[in-house]
Each structure stands twice: as structure tokens, then as C-alpha cells.
């Protein structure tokens, strides 16, 4: 990930934090040559970004799923998770990781214009700021 421009913290052997566009997030790597990438964004109030607007963020954006996320002290997080077939002993990992980071990062940056504004669900899908 450092190679192609982001910082990359081990958090534990199959954890890495990272962060692009404002946000942070965090890819997983499991053992059989995927990794999935997620984020929580919050706290947020039902009004803000309701369980319709996750389901119609779904239903848009298939791809990427998003989802409600109340923890244990109740705060409520807007996620999002995406799953992503690599094996980092290729020769063009860093090319595949680049490409998986650009997908990642159109998808946060869909969920979070979603986020400041539902209607777009309805309509067009949003721009990436």
C-alpha cells in the first residue's frame, strides 16, 4: 500500500488501518487471497442517514455493502464493507492494490455524498467529491 501512495499501520498480522479522502478505514486480509476493506462513519442520527437510505444505498451501489451499526454504547455508525479478490505474491500486486484502492475510494466518497444529501439515492448516482 505504501508503494502506491498510502499510509499503511499494521495493526495486527491480518489488520492494516489506512485512510483516503477524510476518512479512515481498515483492510482485513484472510487467508486464501482476498481482503476486505470497511469504515464506520459516525455517530449519526436515524434522521440523518435512516435504514431506507442504507437499503437504497445497496440497491444503487450493489458492490459495496453499507449497513446500520449500533455499538455498545449505543452510538449509531453508518459502515461500509467491500470485498476484493488479491493474492499479494503476484508480480503486479501493487497494480491490483492500486486498483482496488481506487475502487474503494469512489465507493466511500459515494456512500459519504449519499450521507449528506439521501435524495441523490433517488436520482443520479452522486459525484465523488
Known amino acids: 500500500m505504501r508503494e502506491v501512495g498510502y499510509r499503511a499501520e499494521l495493526a495486527q498480522d491480518d489488520l492494516i488501518k489506512s485512510g483516503a479522502g477524510?476518512?479512515?478505514f481498515q483492510i482485513t486480509v484472510f487467508a486464501?487471497?482476498?481482503i476486505q476493506c470497511w469504515l464506520g462513519i459516525g455517530p449519526t442520527e436515524p434522521d440523518d442517514f435512516s435504514d431506507t437510505d442504507v437499503f437504497a444505498f445497496n440497491k444503487k451501489y450493489r458492490f459495496a455493502k453499507s449497513y446500520v451499526r449500533i455499538g455498545?454504547?449505543?452510538i449509531r455508525s453508518i459502515m461500509l464493507e467491500q470485498d476484493f479478490l488479491f493474492d499479494v505474491t503476484l508480480p503486479d500486486a501493487?497494480?491490483?492494490i492500486r486498483e482496488i484502492l481506487d475502487?474503494?475510494?469512489?465507493s466511500s466518497a459515494y456512500l459519504k455524498t449519499a450521507m449528506r444529501n439521501p435524495a441523490l439515492l433517488q436520482d443520479?448516482?452522486?459525484k465523488a467529491e
Open 22 to 24: 477524510g476518512l479512515s
Open 32 to 34: 486464501g487471497h482476498s
Open 72 to 74: 455498545d454504547t449505543g
Open 94 to 96: 501493487a497494480v491490483k
Open 103 to 106: 475502487i474503494w475510494e469512489r
Open 124 to 126: 443520479e448516482t452522486p
